[in-house]
């Protein structure tokens, strides 16, 4: 069974600065999807990026950039710029390969971005 | 284009009374999913559709849990009798259909409160 963790309950960062996320999972397969979900207050889980595992090259999606480690089976989100806007939980989530779309999300990590 | 929809969006019972949640999935979405986000964690799977066939409902406690998804399109997923453990936050997701790595989207979910 595949597992995602999320080593940082909570992390804040001041506007305009830099911060990056962990996340790590366990899985046997050799082709599998990981993706960076947003939670603000209201619930609604908005996809930030996802990462396609064949691929090489890491994903960008305008601030957000993620840097993909398969070896190590690590999957950081890197948020450049933050806006008082990224202030939300955000959670790691991985999706196997195969016609099967669940996802097993991690736990989360609450960013507060101070102004 | 409409997102995923779900009502109610907050619910509130007492303990041992029945409850219902319905979802209208993206149009043309032929995969549906329900997960539970109890607090403090990330959501878990309760069961996916593949059209109106249930393909993944081992996380679905069947005991008091039951869903259906008529014709395809909507669906509903009931408790009863709701415990005071079922209190969490119902999301319903939908995606294109069962090829690898498609996006799965959220609605912003029903709050459920067991008392």
């Known amino acids: 069974a595949q597992t995602v963790t999320q080593s940082q309950p909570e992390m804040s960062v001041q506007e305009a600065e830099t911060v990056t996320l962990s996340c790590t999972y366990d899985?046997?397969?050799?082709?599998?999807?990981l993706f960076w979900y947003k939670q603000p207050p209201s619930r609604q889980m908005i996809l930030v990026i996802r990462q396609e595992a064949y691929k090489q090259q890491n994903a960008t999606e305008n601030r957000f950039s993620v840097n993909f480690q398969k070896a190590a089976k690590s999957f950081s989100l890197k948020i450049s710029d933050s806006q008082l806007g990224d202030t939300a939980m955000y959670f790691c989530a991985f999706g196997t390969q195969g016609g099967s779309e669940k996802l097993v999300f991690g736990k989360g990590t609450k960013l507060t971005v101070n102004p | 284009e409409a997102g995923v929809v779900q009502s109610p969006r907050y619910k509130i019972i007492e303990k041992k009374q029945p409850v219902a949640f319905w979802c209208n999935p993206i149009?043309?979405?032929?995969?549906l999913y329900w997960y539970r986000q109890n607090l403090g964690q990330g959501p878990e799977l309760l069961i996916r559709y593949e059209n109106e066939e249930a393909v993944d409902d081992s996380q679905l406690p069947k005991d008091r849990f039951s869903a259906e998804r008529l014709k395809g399109v909507d669906s509903t997923l009931k408790i009863q009798p709701a415990e005071l453990g079922d209190s969490a936050v119902y999301l319903c997701?939908?995606?294109?259909?069962?090829?690898?790595?498609?996006?799965?989207?959220f609605g912003e979910g029903s709050w459920l409160t067991v008392v």
């Open positions: 899985t046997s397969e050799s082709n599998y999807y």
């Open positions: 149009s043309g979405h032929n995969t």
């Open positions: 997701a939908s995606s294109p259909g069962a090829h690898s790595g498609n996006t799965i989207y």
